[in-house]
């Protein structure tokens, strides 16, 4: 692990993307100091933001020398390379971004909205279309991480990685955006898996 990791994070407690990094950094003991942001009003986001993440967004880290670093799965890189959360071996260290990309391009932009629109906007009539357009889209990435899971304890390697905390972010929060998980029991047993791991924290802590 890093020497000087950063120490203040810009965040916001409902944001599983915000999550990812407090998860890793209670699992590596670096110590975080929070700066919490809201998901909903964001109207102080480029007096607060605008001179680190010109796109204004949560997570945001500040390292302890003042360099900003933004994207949740850049910060996780930063954190925990080196550790054992990343492998080794190339392959394997590819396969961790390959279902990281996954998060961030298919997973992430249902599961995560839909939750947010359903649990947090306050105007979930309002978006029924996109709800429901993002509700399938959403199982269509459930059914890809059960398809792979069977069989499998973790994503990558038979290994907790980075990999797993990024996809377990917006997964084990998928009823909020009321996503069914019964039919999914290889991701349930994995989530499981995922809580039980030494210093996992859950998202409201």
Same mark, same amino acid.
């Given at each position: 692990?890093?020497?000087?990791?950063?120490?203040?994070?810009?965040? &916001? $407690?409902?944001?599983?993307?915000?999550?990812?990094?407090?998860?890793?950094?209670?699992?590596?003991?670096?110590?975080?100091?929070?700066?919490?942001?809201?998901?909903?009003?964001? &109207?102080?986001?480029?007096?607060?933001?605008? #001179?680190?993440?010109?796109?204004?967004?949560?997570?945001?880290?500040?390292?302890?020398?003042?360099?900003?670093?933004?994207? !949740?799965?850049?910060?996780?890189?930063?954190?925990?390379?080196?550790?054992?959360?990343?492998?080794?071996?190339?392959?394997?260290?590819?396969?961790?971004? =390959?279902? =990281?990309?996954?998060?961030?391009?298919?997973?992430?932009?249902?599961? $995560?909205?839909?939750?947010?629109?359903?649990?947090? &906007?306050?105007?979930?009539?309002?978006?029924?279309?996109?709800?429901?357009?993002?509700?399938?889209? #959403?199982?269509?990435?459930?059914?890809?991480?059960?398809?792979?899971?069977?069989?499998?304890?973790?994503?990558?390697?038979?290994?907790?990685?980075?990999?797993?905390?990024?996809?377990? $972010?917006?997964?084990?929060? $998928?009823?909020? #955006?009321?996503?069914?998980?019964?039919?999914?029991?290889?991701?349930?047993?994995?989530?499981?898996?995922?809580? !039980? =791991?030494?210093?996992?924290?859950?998202?409201?802590?």
């Amino acid at each position: 692990m890093c020497e000087s990791c950063g120490v203040l994070l810009y965040n &916001s $407690a409902v944001s599983g993307n915000c999550y990812k990094v407090r998860l890793l950094a209670a699992q590596l003991d670096v110590p975080l100091e929070l700066h919490e942001l809201s998901v909903v009003d964001r &109207s102080d986001r480029a007096e607060v933001l605008g #001179g680190l993440n010109p796109a204004l967004r949560v997570p945001t880290l500040v390292l302890d020398d003042g360099r900003p670093l933004a994207e !949740s799965n850049a910060i996780l890189w930063y954190l925990g390379d080196g550790t054992r959360f990343v492998p080794e071996d190339r392959y394997e260290r590819a396969q961790v971004l =390959q279902w =990281q990309f996954f998060e961030q391009y298919v997973h992430e932009p249902s599961i $995560a909205v839909v939750r947010f629109l359903v649990a947090y &906007s306050g105007e979930a009539e309002k978006h029924a279309q996109r709800i429901a357009e993002r509700t399938a889209h #959403g199982y269509v990435a459930l059914d890809a991480m059960e398809a792979h899971l069977t069989g499998r304890s973790f994503l990558v390697a038979e290994r907790y990685t980075l990999a797993d905390i990024s996809l377990y $972010a917006y997964t084990h929060v $998928a009823h909020e #955006g009321r996503f069914d998980l019964a039919p999914y029991p290889a991701v349930r047993a994995w989530l499981d898996r995922v809580a !039980s =791991q030494p210093g996992h924290i859950p998202i409201d802590a």
